[in-house]
């Protein structure tokens, strides 16, 4: 007999023995595998159905995206559609209009002519005197 | 089965009555089916190899227990071919696992006096010894040659037991052990062999 051949033999007599040692597990741990087994089955179906009751929800939750993709869409669309050189237009308008209006500010407008003048005189002088 | 057929038809019972498996999924069914008949036919090996690993009985149905529940969870739509060496692959990660935890725990246990012994607690040598009934000779012999192979494959370094048991007692091929265990096919072979002498070193005469 060659030493393969031992080594064969060897491992189907050791193969008979692992085999008779499970035989002789008792059946308390023969019933704890058996529920833990159920235990994996059950997680199992849990899953399987979870990934079900997520598919119900795709419809509802591709309505939302779809309606947060059109609101996403017009808000990038609304500035482009008013040329920004013309925001500033209507509030410039109504400051003139105030200032057209108010007879105040015109009446100070007018006193400045007589400031200006009166500066140039004092420059003037100023000017003498230095020189 | 007709007679259950009658008892109400597919329209009046909600889709799932059994835990949370969908039953009105043939393909579902068939799957479970398959996933308990794999896993029945697995376990007592699995158990058989964890024991022998971890040395203890209730960590080793954990491990077990926990293989299952991933292998469940996580792999159950693989092809049923892949289930075996992703079975052990799972078992063998959670052994280590257990192992590693049990490393550091003995050695934090270690500086409690009286305490570092409490892992051996649950063995007890008279129940481990063979009876004294009379028996058949074969049967005596059998008893004996379990017991000394349980007690050399302990011995063995980690890796070589789970080769030998998984090429053994699971009748793996070499590709599919070392899948399981996460190395090449030759590693596999090497543990395998050198696992294979040292066994035939301590049994030869017995086996």
Redesign the interface.
């Known amino acids: 007999m060659s030493a393969a051949d031992?080594?064969s033999q060897?491992?189907r007599?050791?193969?008979l023995?692992?085999?008779?040692?499970?035989r002789?597990?008792d059946a308390r741990?023969?019933s704890?595998?058996?529920q833990?087994?159920h235990?994996?089955?059950?997680?199992?179906?849990?899953?399987?159905?979870s990934w079900?009751s997520g598919l119900t929800l795709m419809p509802a939750a591709g309505a939302a995206t779809a309606a947060l993709l059109v609101a996403f869409v017009l808000w990038q669309r609304a500035p482009q559609v008013a040329p920004p050189a013309t925001l500033d237009a209507p509030h410039a308008a109504i400051e003139d209009v105030d200032l057209l209006t108010d007879a105040d500010s015109i009446d100070l407008m007018e006193g400045w002519d007589g400031f200006y003048e009166w500066a140039a005189a004092q420059s003037d002088g100023n000017g003498e005197s230095d020189g | 089965m007709p007679e259950f057929a009658t008892l109400a038809s597919p329209y009046s019972m909600p889709a799932a009555l059994h835990g949370d498996v969908d039953l009105s999924d043939p393909e579902a069914k068939t799957q479970t089916r398959a996933l308990n008949q794999f896993l029945a036919g697995v376990e007592l090996k699995a158990f058989k190899i964890a024991q022998a690993a971890l040395r203890h009985e209730d960590d080793a149905l954990d491990a077990v227990q926990d293989a299952m529940l991933q292998l469940a969870r996580a792999y159950a739509g693989r092809p049923a071919e892949e289930w075996k060496p992703l079975f052990y692959r799972i078992l063998e990660n959670r052994i280590r696992d257990m192992q590693r935890r049990r490393t550091v725990r003995g050695r934090v246990m270690a500086w409690l006096p009286g305490r570092a012994d409490d892992e051996d607690d649950d063995y007890d040598p008279i129940a481990q010894a063979a009876s004294s009934e009379p028996q058949p000779v074969r049967q005596l012999e059998l008893d004996e040659a379990v017991g000394a192979l349980d007690a050399a494959l302990k011995k063995l370094p980690p890796r070589q037991q789970q080769a030998f048991l998984l090429r053994t007692l699971e009748g793996l091929d070499v590709a599919e052990t070392a899948l399981a265990m996460g190395c090449s096919e030759g590693s596999v072979k090497t543990h395998y062999f050198r696992a294979v002498q040292a066994l035939r070193a301590q049994l030869g005469e017995l086996l």
């Open positions: 031992e080594v060897f491992e007599n050791a193969r023995v692992l085999e008779e040692g499970v002789r597990i741990t023969r704890r595998l058996n833990a087994r235990a994996a089955l059950e997680a199992a179906g849990t899953r399987r159905r079900w």
